[in-house]
């Protein structure tokens, strides 16, 4: 399918650009986006939760009372849960949450996501985003320029741009990320993605 190229300006060049079907054209994964996306907040996990059972909260480890003859129920250990300041049953402990997926199935959920965007128009290739200074107002003026200053907004670089990220950390709604480095949850969270003309070749090259 093709797709025109615009300007920072938010006018168009003239010029269309063919999106791989393969790639912006499937029919979407839905269950492949879901594990793409699930694994990648796992990933983000550090899973360091941690509380005081009975067998490493402190205190005396002496029998309490006697086994028998008290009326009331056995009670062998001061850390027992029943009593205040004994340990937590069934408490959360370290653990890694993270999990493994097949390079086939998260090409898949990529292309998945690509395509719900590019189903929705909300696919805009620039010619370039490069800028000459560092502003968060240079990012702001992009969003007014295609009028979509109240959306989510993921800015796809073909390489590293120390300008366009910088200029844009200051932004909730902005998020820059190089194509080699595009992840399903990047594409899903955002609610447009506008891909610098030459990040559609490294596409080819890894999700083709």
């Not at 010029?15 to 990933?43: G, R, T, V, W």
């Not at 370039?128 to 796809?156: E, M, Q, S």
């Not at 073909?158 to 998020?175: G, H, I, M, P």
């Not at 194509?179 to 610098?196: H, P």
Request: proline letters at 2%; charged letters at 25%; glycine letters at 6%.
């Amino acid at each position: 399918m093709k797709v025109s190229v615009y300007n920072k300006t938010g006018e168009e060049t003239g010029k269309k650009i063919e999106l791989n079907d393969s790639i912006f054209a499937i029919q979407p994964n839905d269950h492949a986006i879901y594990l793409d996306c699930k694994q990648n907040m796992a990933n983000k996990r550090q899973g360091t939760h941690s509380s005081l059972h009975r067998g490493i909260v402190s205190g005396s480890t002496r029998k309490l009372k006697r086994q028998k003859g008290t009326g009331t129920a056995r009670a062998g250990s001061i850390k027992s849960p029943l009593f205040r300041g004994g340990g937590r049953v069934f408490g959360p402990e370290p653990r890694i949450y993270n999990f493994k997926l097949n390079k086939k199935l998260k090409r898949l959920a990529r292309k998945s996501a690509l395509s719900y965007r590019a189903q929705e128009n909300n696919i805009f290739v620039v010619d370039n985003l490069l800028f000459d200074d560092i502003k968060t107002k240079n990012i702001i003026g992009l969003k007014n320029n295609f009028k979509i200053i109240d959306k989510k907004i993921l800015l796809v670089v073909a390489e590293s741009n120390k300008n366009v990220y910088l200029s844009s950390r200051n932004l909730r709604d902005v998020n820059v990320v190089t194509a080699s480095e595009l992840s399903t949850y990047d594409i899903m969270w955002a609610s447009i993605l506008m891909i610098e003309e030459k990040s559609i070749d490294v596409f080819e090259n890894y999700l083709a």
